[in-house]
C-alpha cells in the first residue's frame, strides 16, 4: 500500500467518529421474536410500543453485568410483553449504534408459553401498547430498520423449529484421583453449583426431555433439570463412557434416532463423544461439520431442526453464559 492510498476500516457495527479503528465494549442485549399462528391463517408476532420514544418495536433489553443471554433474553421479554417466551431458533445477532456507542443484540424466534398467547399486560411509563400484529402489518409499523432486519430474518427460516441440545456433562472430581469405578465418578462443588443453575437455562428452550449416560456426572449432571422441571430422565448405555471405552458406532446410531423422532431433547454424554455425535447429527442434516465441535465440562450445543427436518440454527453456550 503507497502512502497515498486511503484505508479502510471495517467492522461488523456501522461506521462511527469515536475510536475509529479501534474497539469499543458493546452495549449487550437480548430479546425475541415472538410468534404464533394468525386467527384467519398466516403469522402473527408481538410488537411494543414505548411512549417515552413513541416507538414500535421487537422486545428486547439489555443484559445485566454477567447475565445469561439466554436468560437475560427471557427475563426482558417477559418483562415487556407479559408473556413467557419459548425460545426456538437463533436468529442473527443485529449490530447497530446506540447514541454513539455500539450495541449488539442477540435475539431468538420464540412462541409464548402461555395457551393462545393472551396479553394481559399493564401498561406503565416505559411500555404502554403489546400487540399480536400479523408479520405483513408488523414490518410496516415497526420504527427501525434494524427490527425490520431482525424480522426479515425470522421470515427466512422455518417458524417452527425443535432443540437437540448435546450437554457434556457438568465438572466433575480428578479421575487420576479416583479410585473407584470410573463411572462412578461424581460431580465436584463447582458441576454441584452448576446443576443447580441449568435448570433455568434449559427451561427457556420448553421442557425438553432428558436422555443421559448412565455415568454418576452425566446423571448428576441432569438431576436438579429432572426434578425442577419435572422431566423424566432416562439413561442411555450406547452413550456411556464406561471405564474409558465406548462403542462409537452406537452412539452415533442412539443419537440419530433422538434425531429422526423430532422430539426435543437435551441429551447428556462425555466429551469424548461430542465431536462424533456433532458430525452425525450435521452429516444427517445436511450441514458442514464445524472444525471446533468439542466442547468444555458444563458447555452445551442446541441444534435447532425445523419439521421437515433440515438444519434451521445451530448455538453454543455455557450453562454460565
Excluded at 116 to 133: A, C, Q, R, T
Excluded at 173 to 194: I, Q, S
Aim: charged letters at 25%; one cysteine or more; glycine letters at 10%.
Amino acid at each position: 500500500m503507497s502512502d497515498g492510498d486511503e484505508i479502510q476500516v471495517t467492522s461488523a457495527f456501522p461506521p462511527r467518529d469515536t475510536a475509529v479503528g479501534g474497539y469499543l465494549e458493546p452495549i449487550r442485549a437480548g430479546g425475541a421474536v415472538l410468534w404464533r399462528p394468525g386467527v384467519n391463517g398466516g403469522t402473527e408476532v408481538v410488537l411494543i410500543r414505548r411512549p417515552l420514544r413513541d416507538d414500535w418495536t421487537l422486545p428486547k433489553g439489555k443484559l445485566k453485568n454477567g447475565e445469561h443471554p439466554i436468560i437475560g433474553a427471557v427475563r426482558e421479554v417477559q418483562e415487556e410483553t407479559g408473556l413467557t417466551p419459548v425460545l426456538g431458533r437463533r436468529l442473527p445477532p443485529q449490530y447497530y449504534l446506540k447514541d454513539g456507542w455500539p450495541k449488539q443484540v442477540e435475539w431468538w424466534a420464540a412462541t409464548p408459553a402461555e395457551p393462545g398467547g393472551f396479553i394481559d399486560y399493564k401498561p406503565n411509563d416505559e411500555v404502554d401498547s403489546v400487540e399480536w400484529v400479523p408479520v405483513e402489518e408488523a414490518r410496516e409499523r415497526l420504527t427501525y430498520d434494524h427490527d425490520v432486519h431482525v424480522l426479515d430474518n425470522f421470515r427466512a427460516g422455518p417458524p417452527q423449529t425443535f432443540p437437540l441440545i448435546l450437554l457434556r456433562h457438568l465438572s466433575a472430581g480428578e479421575k487420576r484421583t479416583w479410585t473407584d469405578n470410573d463411572v462412578l465418578r461424581p460431580l465436584d462443588e463447582t458441576g454441584r453449583a452448576d446443576a443447580l443453575a441449568l435448570p433455568r437455562v434449559l427451561s427457556a428452550y420448553g421442557r425438553p426431555r432428558v436422555v443421559s449416560s448412565a455415568a454418576a456426572r452425566c446423571t448428576e449432571s441432569m438431576l436438579p433439570y429432572s426434578l425442577e422441571c419435572d422431566v423424566p430422565m432416562r439413561t442411555e448405555r450406547a452413550v456411556t463412557v464406561w471405564n474409558g471405552t465406548y462403542d462409537a458406532d452406537e452412539a452415533r446410531a442412539a443419537f440419530r434416532s433422538l434425531l429422526v423422532e423430532g422430539v426435543p431433547t437435551v441429551l447428556c454424554t462425555h466429551g469424548e463423544l461430542v465431536p462424533q455425535l456433532m458430525a452425525e447429527a450435521l452429516g444427517w442434516l445436511g450441514a458442514p461439520n464445524t472444525q471446533q465441535s468439542g466442547l468444555r465440562k458444563g458447555s452445551f450445543w442446541v441444534l435447532h431442526v425445523s419439521r421437515e427436518g433440515a438444519l434451521a440454527g445451530v448455538e453454543r453456550h455455557a450453562v454460565r453464559g
